[in-house]
């Protein structure tokens, strides 16, 4: 099977070009010596799970709950749930670990501190500490972190924070100054904690852009990480990878010719409708077109606007080329992570037009 044999709008993902940013984020970590937690946020497949682990100590991130029951039912048994857990969500944590993972949280919250604290089953927390995108997380000079460790009492295990707003930096350098607030944040942290009698075995840190650009990762214990391994427009636009490393594209037919527009038959559902590269050097609209290769024989034509199942293309002029209705051609998405959420699989190549293998993703709460 090709990939002009398939239905369209699918997902498409390149194993070469996977394997090649797993490998490159792999060696950064390890020229540090930190442990890599890879985030299974965006790509949510066991297949690529196992590709991203190899060589690695076993344990994941992942952002809902749902995620963490699809890897533990796959053997994947130390996972770390970043997303500040509600008391009603306990249980349900509480019988994944009855069942054999071990699953970590976090919290910001004292109520949430309390019930963790409370539970009966022994659930391991992390701290969430605030290095500056004001989303989620305590500020490590607030006594509010000392309070939470005193809360959580035998429960804690660690602090943990993200540099989200790394998406922000425009340069490497601004990028690994974001970076060294991270680091810093996060040990500063622990290093406050211990001093105050507590027990922290895990400082948690880590993004695509920050593991790609920081200058020292001193006093971590692990890094997380994770749109890097299939990669997207806004992501080469920040330099986390080159733009030839995207790993993942939507598959998509031209369905109409209407006054020389081009229309397609992936739009918002498909492609989604983030627009993370708007504010980028480059704005690549919903997506950058290429041939059914992955080639940029199109030059620089983009997706200008996306209807629910419509996306219509403004054309490279510099780059003319005859598009009959039937034509396929491949999308770069603005931001993996949002484009992938619409598919229930990836249909996977190996540098070439050949379909190799099928790999469910999950998706859900």
């Given at each position: 099977m090709r990939l002009v044999d398939l239905p369209t709008p699918c997902l498409v993902l390149d194993r070469q070009k996977l394997q090649g940013n797993i490998r490159g984020m792999a060696g950064i970590l390890a020229r540090?010596?930190?442990?890599?937690?890879?985030?299974?946020?965006?790509?949510?497949?066991?297949?690529?799970?196992?590709?991203?682990?190899?060589?690695?100590?076993?344990?994941?991130?992942?952002?809902?709950?749902?995620?963490?029951?699809?890897?533990?039912?796959?053997?994947?048994?130390?996972?770390?749930?970043?997303?500040?857990?509600?008391?009603?969500?306990?249980?349900?944590?509480?019988?994944?670990?009855?069942?054999?993972?071990?699953?970590?949280?976090?919290?910001?919250d004292p109520l949430a501190a309390d019930a963790i604290a409370a539970h009966p089953a022994e659930i391991k927390a992390l701290i969430e500490v605030d290095c500056g995108e004001q989303r989620?997380?305590?500020?490590?000079?607030?006594?509010?972190?000392?309070?939470?460790?005193?809360?959580?009492?035998?429960?804690?295990?660690?602090?943990?924070?993200?540099?989200?707003?790394?998406?922000?930096?425009?340069?490497?350098?601004?990028?690994?100054?974001?970076?060294?607030?991270?680091?810093?944040?996060?040990?500063?942290?622990a290093q406050r904690l211990r001093a105050e009698g507590?027990?922290?075995?895990?400082?948690?840190?880590?993004?695509?852009?920050?593991?790609r650009h920081a200058e020292t990762m001193t006093g971590l214990t692990e890094f997380r990480a994770g749109v890097y391994m299939l990669g997207d427009l806004f992501q080469a636009e920040i330099e986390t990878h080159g733009r030839d490393t995207i790993a993942l594209t939507v598959l998509t037919s031209v369905i109409g010719r209407p006054g020389g527009r081009v229309l397609i038959d992936?739009?918002?559902?498909?492609?989604?409708?983030?627009?993370?590269?708007?504010?980028?050097?480059?704005?690549?609209?919903?997506?950058?077109?290429?041939?059914?290769?992955?080639?940029?024989?199109?030059g620089q034509a983009i997706v200008r606007k996306a209807y629910q199942e419509h996306g219509v293309v403004e054309l490279d002029p510099e780059f003319p080329m005859e598009l009959p209705v039937g034509t396929k051609l491949r999308v770069l998405p603005n931001h993996a992570c949002l484009t992938a959420a619409a598919h229930d699989r990836y249909y996977v190549v190996d540098g070439t037009d050949e379909v190799v293998a099928v790999w469910p993703r999950m998706n859900g709460w």
């Open positions: 540090h010596g930190v442990p890599l937690r890879p985030h299974m946020k965006t790509a949510k497949s066991i297949d690529v799970a196992r590709l991203v682990l190899e060589g690695q100590p076993g344990g994941i991130t992942v952002s809902t709950l749902a995620e963490a029951e699809y890897f533990a039912s796959h053997g994947i048994k130390d996972i770390l749930y970043a997303v500040g857990v509600t008391p009603g969500k306990l249980d349900q944590v509480a019988r994944l670990n009855e069942s054999g993972a071990d699953v970590t949280v976090i919290t910001d989620g997380g305590v500020l490590v000079a607030e006594d509010l972190i000392s309070e939470l460790a005193e809360r959580l009492g035998s429960r804690l295990v660690g602090v943990m924070t993200h540099a989200g707003h790394s998406y922000q930096g425009r340069s490497v350098a601004e990028i690994a100054q974001i970076a060294e607030l991270e680091r810093s944040h996060a040990v500063y942290a507590h027990k922290i075995a895990i400082v948690s840190a880590g993004s695509s852009p920050t593991g992936a739009g918002a559902l498909a492609l989604s409708k983030d627009r993370s590269t708007e504010a980028a050097p480059t704005d690549y609209g919903f997506g950058l077109v290429r041939d059914i290769q992955g080639e940029p024989a199109l």
